[in-house]
């Protein structure tokens, strides 16, 4: 059906920067919402920030000012510039796409909520 493929985590300093991406693949005709979220140890999994198909957007109080969600409709591809990072963004990033209709046999079908395998950001202090 519908796979989602992270990549772009790993380790920076406090202060730097790091961009995330993730392409949805599969008979996609078209997804209504993509989003990021993250979990930190010991803590439950929340939305960073989401992006509709016609580019609205929502963010974490947190992240407001120091992350951007962007994503391109063509390529099925969703983004997150973060910036100015600190510790307390260290977590496991996933990505996130809801209510997508994709082609199955003669006939489309929707599917929600599907899942990346999650991204390791890192920031030191």
């Known amino acids: 059906q519908v796979q989602l493929v992270e990549s772009g985590g790993g380790l920076v300093q406090a202060g730097g920067s790091l961009r995330l991406s993730c392409a949805a693949s599969g008979s996609i005709f078209s997804i209504n919402a993509m989003g990021w979220y993250r979990q930190a140890p010991g803590k439950q999994r929340e939305l960073v920030a989401d992006i509709t198909s016609g580019g609205s957007t929502n963010y974490l109080d947190s992240v407001k000012g120091r992350f951007t969600i962007s994503r391109d409709n063509a390529k099925n591809t969703v983004y997150l510039q973060m910036n100015s990072l600190k510790p307390e963004d260290t977590a496991v990033y996933y990505c996130?796409?809801?209510?997508?209709?994709?082609?199955?046999?003669?006939?489309?079908?929707?599917?929600?909520?599907?899942w990346g395998q999650g991204t390791q950001v890192t920031v030191s202090s």
């Open positions: 996130n796409a809801d209510s997508v209709l994709y082609y199955s046999g003669a006939s489309v079908k929707r599917g929600y909520d599907y």
